[in-house]
């Protein structure tokens, strides 16, 4: 059984910055490819960002290439997100999740259904 506790949500000031954190337990993360998604109130969970289990491979959603990475540290089992040039668009709750199946990216790591291992989540809220 693999826990994901995801920290460092909060409330930042438009074109701020904000770096999540997940970590991970119970499992073996160094062969786990990890995402992260958001949700904001009422509305759908959106794909952000994926990361293959070497961490050699990156896929990101269209509307956050350029402002947000993705990255991870198999020693610590953690996985980051950093989040630049935030705007109130980007507030939502953020999950990260772990795809124990498979290590690569894969053709369709955007998909939420391949995640098996959610996260609670934590808060980012960016004030106008």
């Known amino acids: 059984q693999v826990q994901l506790v995801e920290s460092g949500g909060g409330l930042v000031q438009a074109g701020g910055s904000l770096r999540l954190s997940c970590a991970a337990s119970?499992?073996?993360?160094?062969?786990?490819?990890m995402g992260w998604f958001r949700q904001a109130p009422g509305k759908e969970r959106l794909f952000v960002a994926a990361?293959?289990?070497?961490?050699?491979?990156?896929y990101y959603a269209n509307s956050m290439k350029g402002r947000f990475t993705i990255s991870r540290d198999n020693a610590k089992n953690t996985v980051y997100l950093q989040m630049n040039s935030l705007t109130p668009e980007d507030s939502a709750k953020y999950y990260c999740?772990?795809?124990?199946?498979?290590?690569?990216?894969?053709?369709?790591?955007?998909?939420?259904?391949?995640?098996?291992?959610w996260g609670q989540g934590t808060q980012v809220t960016v004030s106008s």
């Open positions: 990361i293959s289990a070497s961490g050699s491979n990156t």
């Open positions: 119970g499992g073996t993360f160094s062969s786990y490819k």
């Open positions: 999740a772990a795809d124990h199946l498979s290590p690569s990216i894969g053709t369709m790591p955007y998909k939420p259904d391949y995640y098996g291992y």
